[in-house]
């Protein structure tokens, strides 16, 4: 069975940093293609990164140069790098191995940009 | 760019079939594979469609995908619909660079 398990969400206060982690069992992050997705509340489902097996990556304009996605292959876990939070930034963060016939997602983690 | 349009909602009653659709405004619907993602109320995202028409494993073969290029979108259909069916339902391909794209989501109603 593919789990994923995210933590890192918090409050965070504008113009702040946090680093998501999506702890990943039963797939090779190494091997398969992994996205962060994220819903404003109330909102619908917005793309942010995705990292591919062989490390290729891409971000979202609304988040490209403050948001970095990585990897820790030893650990198996996925990890999104947030700095210069925005206000609008605030949302539920999904990591998620979506496109695969053992599609899975994460129970996200919330995020909270607010002085 | 490109966007993709889904309607609002859509509403049908138990053990029938509903399709719901997912335009692309501009470029080839075909040019670029479609997901589908079911949200249920509270809940997170799940796949229960990939690269236009696969479902991956545990998504019962009542739903299915298809793409129609007359039209310029992809759609989605559940048959014998059950109420743990009623959810959002977003659609989702790529742009050029490889960019995800998603649509606003339909709201499926199961009365």
């Known amino acids: 069975e593919v789990q994923l398990v995210e933590s890192g969400g918090g409050l965070v206060q504008p113009g702040g940093s946090l680093r998501l982690s999506c702890a990943v069992s039963?797939?090779?992050?190494?091997?398969?293609?992994m996205a962060w997705v994220r819903q404003a509340p109330g909102k619908g489902l917005e793309w942010v990164s995705v990292?591919?097996?062989?490390?290729?990556?891409y971000d979202a304009d609304s988040v490209r140069g403050r948001f970095t996605v990585s990897r820790d292959d030893s650990k198996n876990t996925l990890y999104l790098q947030m700095t210069s939070l925005r206000v609008e930034d605030t949302a539920v963060y999904y990591c998620?191995?979506?496109?695969?016939?053992?599609?899975?997602w994460g129970q996200g983690t919330l995020v909270t940009v607010s002085s | 760019n490109f966007m993709l349009t889904q309607p609002h909602s859509v509403s049908e009653s138990p053990g029938k079939t509903v399709t719901m659709s997912c335009t692309r405004s501009?470029?080839?619907?075909?040019?670029?594979?479609v997901q589908w993602y079911q949200q249920r109320p509270g809940s997170s995202p799940t796949t229960v469609i990939y690269?236009?028409?696969?479902?991956p494993s545990g998504v019962p073969d009542r739903f299915s995908g298809s793409i129609d290029s007359s039209s310029n979108s992809a759609s989605l259909t559940i048959s014998g619909l059950k109420p743990e069916d009623e959810a959002d339902y977003y659609c989702?391909?790529?742009?050029?660079?490889?960019?995800?794209?998603f649509g606003g989501g339909t709201k499926l109603t199961v009365l």
């Open positions: 998620a191995s979506p496109i695969t016939m053992i599609a899975a």
């Open positions: 039963g797939i090779s992050v190494s091997k398969t293609y």
């Open positions: 990292l591919y097996g062989d490390g290729t990556t």
């Open positions: 501009s470029g080839s619907i075909a040019r670029n594979y």
């Open positions: 690269e236009d028409n696969q479902r």
């Open positions: 989702q391909s790529y742009d050029m660079w490889s960019h995800w794209v």
